[in-house]
Antibody, heavy 116, light 111 residues
């Protein structure tokens, strides 16, 4: 069964950094484009970043462009999100997800809290 | 990168039908038949209930149906049940450089 497991979240001060990870299993990770989606407390979902299956194409939401860096290691079945220059408004649960129609897989999320 | 527009909340009684709208633009909802709907219970990850505007994943109840007209997609839930009380999110493909856009989410209350 397909599974995505995020890790790396935590409490960080404004201006700080974290590296989020997403471990995939149960499907051929290297065949899938991947996304990061976040959800601030009590708010809706927000698409954050996309990376193609080969890492050739990478896109970011305007709200994180220049501060977040997405990457992947297909040999390790893993997706990453380096989050830098964190702001209060980045506080959210971060999900990795395929968003691939019927092959739609999400992790359980990892919470990033930005606070001094 | 504007979010899709959904009503903040809708409500209905058991057995009734409700419809949640999701309004975008000609650059997203209106241009692609790639609208998905997610159900999210508190503290849980979103679960896909409709994809490609009107298709249901295996295991999803036929009480859930999707449609689209112009720049607005809709989710209809018929025969409301208490377990349908949740947040519902729409999502549309929006082109190659901003692939996905979500709605603000709609809280469904079953009275």
């Amino acid at each position: 069964e397909p599974q995505l497991v995020e890790s790396g979240g935590g409490l960080v001060q404004p201006g700080g950094s974290l590296k989020l990870s997403c471990a995939a299993s149960g499907f051929i990770f290297s065949n899938f484009d991947m996304n990061w989606v976040r959800q601030a407390p009590g708010k809706g979902l927000e698409w954050v970043s996309y990376i193609s299956s080969t890492s050739r194409s990478i896109y970011y939401a305007d709200s994180v462009k220049g501060r977040f860096i997405v990457s992947r290691d297909n040999a390790k079945n893993s997706l990453y999100l380096q989050v830098n220059s964190l702001r209060d408004e980045d506080t959210a649960v971060f999900y990795c997800a395929t968003l691939a129609g019927n092959r739609d897989y999400w992790g359980q999320g990892t919470l990033v809290t930005v606070s001094s | 990168q504007s979010a899709l527009t959904q009503p903040a909340s809708v409500s209905g009684s058991p057995g009734q039908s409700i419809t949640i709208s999701c309004t975008g633009t000609s650059s997203d909802v209106g241009n692609y038949n790639l609208v998905s709907w997610y159900q999210q219970h508190p503290g849980k990850a979103p679960q896909l209930i409709i994809y490609d505007v009107l298709k249901r994943p295996s295991g999803v109840s036929s009480r859930f149906s999707g449609s689209k007209s112009g720049n607005t997609a809709s989710l209809t839930i018929s025969g409301l049940q208490a377990e349908d009380e949740a947040d519902y999110h729409c999502c549309s493909y929006a082109g190659s450089t901003t692939p996905w856009v979500f709605g603000g989410g709609t809280k469904l209350t079953v009275l």
